[in-house]
Structures are given as structure tokens and as C-alpha cells.
């Protein structure tokens, strides 16, 4: 008799969506219930393939989560698995470990949460006994590995360890509870249920080891479609392991390019084009799209100038489209270069040439640029600071963008003026 569960983590049930509230309440409220609809998908799937168990690896919450809409709603979705005959297991990652519904929501005794001391769970599934290990997080942040302190695994038994770690180190993700791929293989156990990192992972070796990723992303850093593992255990201890989409809102770059284009309605056209494009190839119910314009247009000017505009007309297009919502405009655009035969002096480009050889070049302006910006920053929710990069490269590469924007924007809008007066 096969033994099957789905294996998920990070769906960081009711994470607060702040720069989207900001611009678009619809699509906040959008994907701010992406996760919790994601959940329902999870628990679904459950039920469809009639597994035996749901294996949650961490994260399950944001953080200090109290409200109690959340705590009905999980505990109503954890009685669906309970009726069904479905356990869960589950451990607290680092966001857990500071929810006090982690610690306080009384849940069926068909679901197995793990302590901060290891705890091995046996099941007998016909003639295939099975082990599952499960340790969590006892406060949010742990810097060493927790692998040592599992219990050995089970002679006899298919082991299965739960484990919330950033494995070596992922970009953008801080380290918890790091341990080496390497020492996972060499550990005697059969699968390793693993959270934390949100990106999808496997690590080939003698054991099955996978990071499933986050089932919903919740902004444009945690793009393309999100997915759980169905896992299935044979008798003769096969492991078979299948992606299955969960996400409702996929977050997507969208690149268009404008150049050449000269009229308002053909960049506009251009958008709607891409919109349609990316749509067909978008797995999840909705996409939510970042839009990078780039190339040289002679609309540069215009499209700066009057970007509010823009974005309406962009996300007008996106509603006709069907599920699809604009989330951002990015521009990358640049004036076309002047003919050789013109040589006329235009004072807006010559001081355009300025500023770009002379002002943003100079190493003091950059300096008190990069000094404002650390002042906005520490004004600013440590959650909220990731734009200017998280490390000192991709903070450097902000302050470029943003000076060279800068200059693009003030050429545009005094191009706008002068043309403007005649």
C-alpha cells in the first residue's frame, strides 16, 4: 500500500501588502487573500488525491498574527482533512514561532504540531511502516543547524524529517537554521520535507530532498506561478514526487518595447499586445503583472510626463484582457538621438548632457544622493526597505537608476514646457 501526502511551506497566511494598498485597493484586496485561497486549493488537492497526510515545513503565518478571522478560518480548512481522514503535520518556522495562534489555536487531534524538541511520529500504512521527524523553531531567529538535534531514524521505517532551514544561504532570504544539502543524504532518513526558501528546489542525492517553495507569491520579487509537492511512497520505498500549481495571483514582468513608437495610442496598443501574450502563458487564475517599458521613442517626454495617465490606460487594457492587473509601471526609455543634420543647439538636451557628464558624475552629488536615501530608508518599517536593494550592489545599482531616471524626468518635463510654448 502506498503512502502519499502533499508537502508545502511559507504561505505566510494574511502577510500585510502595504505598497499595493497603496496603489490599487482591488488588487490589494486581491492578493491579499491569495494565500488563504491558496490554502483552500491545498487542502482541495488533499481531498481530490485522497492522500494520507499534509506535511506543512513552516511559516504557515507572517508573524504575530491575532486575529481571530484567520484562527476560524484555518481551523475550519483543518477540519476538512480531519472529517477526510487526513492528518497534518506540521512545524513552526521562524515567522511561526512569534504567531500566538501557533501557540493558542486548538485544532483536531488528527493534526500533529511539533515542538522545539525533536519528536519522531510512527504510522503503520498497511505493510509500509513510516517515521515522520518533526523539530521547530522555539524562537524566530536559530543560527545554528538543527539537524543534530533530530532523532536518529527508524530502522525498518520509511524516515521522513520536517525541517524549516535556508539549507546554505539563498539571495534574499536571511540565514536560519543553516545546514548543507550533503549532510541531508548522509543522514539515514528517506525524505526531507524542507521550508523557508521560496523558490522551488530539489537536491539530486541518496535521500529526496525538496524545497517546495511558497504556493503564492505576494509581490513581483516572488514571480511565476507557485506550487506544492504531491509525494507518493510506494511499498517498495520508490519516492515519486509531482508539482501541482496552487498559486491564484502570478506575479510577472511583462517587457515592452516602444521604439520607434511615436503615437500615444500604438504604445498603448504595444502594452495591451504583451498583456495578451503573457496571459496566454499564465498558469494561475490571475496575472499580476509589473510592466517594463524600454527602448528610444520619441514619446519619452509624454509617456514621464503623464505616467498617472498611463497606468489608467494600462489597466484599462488589462481589464479587458480578463484577470490580468497592472501592478507597476517601470519606465526604461530613452529620446531618440538627434539627426546629424540637425544642428541647431537645443538648450533642454544640452543641459540634459549636463547634468548627466557633470552633475550626476560628480562624486559628492552621489554621495549626498546615497545619504538621502539612507535617511528615507531608516525613516522608514524595516519590512518596507527592500527597494533600494538588500545588499550593497544592489544598492548601488538603485542610486544609478535613480539618477538616471531623474535626468530622464527633468529633460521630459522641460521638453514638455517648450513644447508647451510653441
Known sequence: MTFRFVHTADLHLDSPLRSLALRNLELA??????????????????LEERVNALVIAGDLYDGDQTSMKTARFLASQLERLHRAGIRVFKIRGNHDAMSKISKELVVPDTVKVFGGNAEIVEITNGTLPIAIHGLSFAKPQIAESLLPRFK??????????????????????????????????????????????HQRGRYPGAATVIMPGMPQGRDINEAGPKSVSLVTISDDRAIIVEERLT??????????????????????????????????QTLSPHLV?????????????QLR???????????QRAESVGRTWVEKLELAIETPPIAPE????DPVIELSILMRQEVIARASFR??????????????????????????AAFEHFIDRLLSEGADDITARMNAAERGRT
Open 289 to 301: 503583472a509589473r510592466l517594463h517599458l524600454h527602448g528610444r521613442t520619441p514619446l519619452n517626454w
Open 152 to 197: 536518529a531514524p527508524v530502522s525498518g521505517a520509511v524516515n521522513i524529517g520536517i525541517m524549516h532551514t535556508s539549507l546554505a544561504g539563498s539571495a534574499g532570504h536571511d540565514i536560519y537554521a543553516p545546514c548543507n544539502a550533503l549532510d541531508l543524504h548522509v543522514s539515514g532518513f528517506d525524505y526531507w520535507a524542507l521550508g523557508h526558501i
Open 29 to 46: 484586496d486581491l492578493v491579499g487573500d491569495a494565500s488563504r485561497q491558496t490554502l483552500v486549493a491545498i487542502v482541495n488537492l488533499c
Open 247 to 280: 498559486s491564484i495571483a502570478q506575479f510577472e514582468r511583462v517587457h515592452v518595447d516602444l521604439t520607434a513608437i511615436a503615437e500615444w495610442r500604438d504604445a498603448v496598443t504595444a502594452i495591451e499586445t504583451a498583456l495578451k501574450a503573457q496571459r496566454e
Open 367 to 392: 554621495d549626498h544622493i546615497r545619504e538621502m536615501v539612507r535617511d528615507l530608508l531608516a525613516d522608514l518599517p524595516q519590512e518596507s526597505r527592500d527597494f533600494a536593494g538588500r545588499d550593497q
Open 305 to 315: 510626463r503623464d505616467l498617472d495617465l498611463l497606468q489608467a490606460e494600462a489597466e
Open 342 to 345: 540637425v544642428t541647431a543647439p
